[in-house]
């Protein structure tokens, strides 16, 4: 069974940085897809990042492009957020599938962090 935990949530003001990361445990295949989600109370649930677990096939959504930076370090996955903004605040979920995260079914979520960025 794969588990997930994200850590690294908080608050910041409009334009910091925040890291975020995931620790993966159980079957991670190199196939699997690694990646964030987030989302706001009352909205859908909405892609943020993705990776590859053998490190390759990276994909930002265009909201974040240039501002975050999905990646893996060892057994850890990462979002580095930097010029943060307030349509940023959402938890924030860690999510894995051997299918392309390209929709919100998805086989395995962490728990989720949240991030609050104030003005």
């Known amino acids: 069974q794969v588990q997930l935990v994200e850590s690294g949530g908080g608050s910041v003001q409009a334009g910091g940085s925040l890291r975020l990361s995931c620790s993966a445990s159980?079957?991670?295949?190199?196939?699997?897809?690694m990646g964030w989600f987030r989302q706001v109370p009352g909205k859908e649930r909405e892609f943020v990042a993705k990776i590859r677990w053998s490190g390759g096939d990276i994909f930002h959504a265009d909201s974040v492009k240039g501002r975050f930076t999905i990646g893996r370090d060892d057994a850890r996955l990462y979002l580095q957020m930097n010029s943060l903004k307030p349509e940023d605040t959402a938890v924030y979920y860690c999510?894995?599938?051997?299918?392309?995260?390209?929709?919100?079914?998805?086989?395995?979520w962490g728990k989720g962090t949240l991030v609050t960025v104030s003005s």
């Open positions: 999510a894995a599938d051997v299918r392309s995260l390209a929709t919100t079914s998805v086989s395995y």
């Open positions: 159980g079957p991670i295949f190199r196939q699997y897809f």
